[in-house]
């Protein structure tokens, strides 16, 4: 195991093995067109240590807010071309909008070592944000008992989602990937042994998922600015008008507290 204190691709036996790797393929899109590849690329060192390794990878990810159900502007199919563009190897599209269902399940049975699918969306399937455990159960399905999951996209790591979280009650053989290793060693390295003054600024618009981060913060930093959306609910809790601005009143008497 890495002095990570976690289980790494480095760690971890895939040959002849189904592996399904969250990713972070959110990607901005214009007209089905992809308009920046940032995470795409950042994605691509774990997915081919895979591939060169002799897993069989199983990639998933979310793309954007889908809110009735599946919708084609929300699909991930130029994700797959972009990425067997970059692979320079094709990339299997399991165009299923029940992400794990019979149009996922045919693909995944028919890999070999090395072969790259890519699921749909996994917010086709409303059980994935609620982290319901149908959901969770279908994509450990597709990896099989003796599968295993690779977490890479930091982005959303901190959601409790399916594809993020419940689908590790299922699959038990689990490691972070290249992308989440450093990104967890920086964080790691500037919280613990920063340079000062340590000035950290937190964005956003939602308080409620930021909470435990700034109560941690505040004994370790020097400076905390508060940006975003969420700094109207704190001006709201010192008592300022903040007019028709975003406000979380759920947390606005926490945050006198704080």
């Known amino acids: 195991m890495s002095t990570l204190g976690k289980k790494t691709v480095e760690d971890i036996e895939v040959k002849g093995r189904n592996v399904l790797v969250r990713c972070d393929f959110n990607v901005p899109m214009k007209d089905g067109v992809i308009t920046n590849d940032n995470r795409i690329v950042a994605a691509l060192p774990t997915i081919k240590k895979l591939i060169e390794n002799g897993g069989r990878v199983i990639l998933c990810s979310h793309l954007g807010k889908p809110k009735n159900g599946p919708e084609e502007k929300f699909s991930l199919a130029p994700v797959a071309v972009r990425l067997s563009e970059l692979l320079g190897k094709p990339v299997v599209f399991a165009n299923d909008d029940n992400v794990a269902g019979e149009k996922a399940k045919t693909p995944v049975a028919a890999m070999q070592d090395g072969d790259v699918v890519l699921l749909q969306n996994t917010r086709f399937r409303k059980e994935e944000t609620k982290n319901l455990p149908e959901f969770s159960k279908d994509l450990a399905d597709l990896v099989g008992t003796d599968g295993a999951y690779v977490n890479d996209a930091f982005g959303s790591a901190h959601r409790a989602h399916c594809s993020t ?53 505040l004994n370790k930093v020097d400076t905390l600015i508060i940006g975003g959306g969420m700094a109207y609910t704190f001006l709201a809790a010192k008592g300022c008008e903040v007019g028709k601005s975003l406000v979380d009143l759920e947390k606005v008497l926490s945050l006198i507290h704080i």
């Open 165 to 217: 979280a419940g689908v590790t009650d299922y699959i038990k053989d689990t490691a972070v990937g290249y992308l989440m290793e450093k990104e967890i060693r920086y964080l790691g390295n500037a919280v613990n042994d920063p340079v000062r003054p340590f000035v950290a600024i937190l964005g956003g618009a939602k308080v409620a998922d930021k909470l435990n981060v700034i109560e941690n913060l």
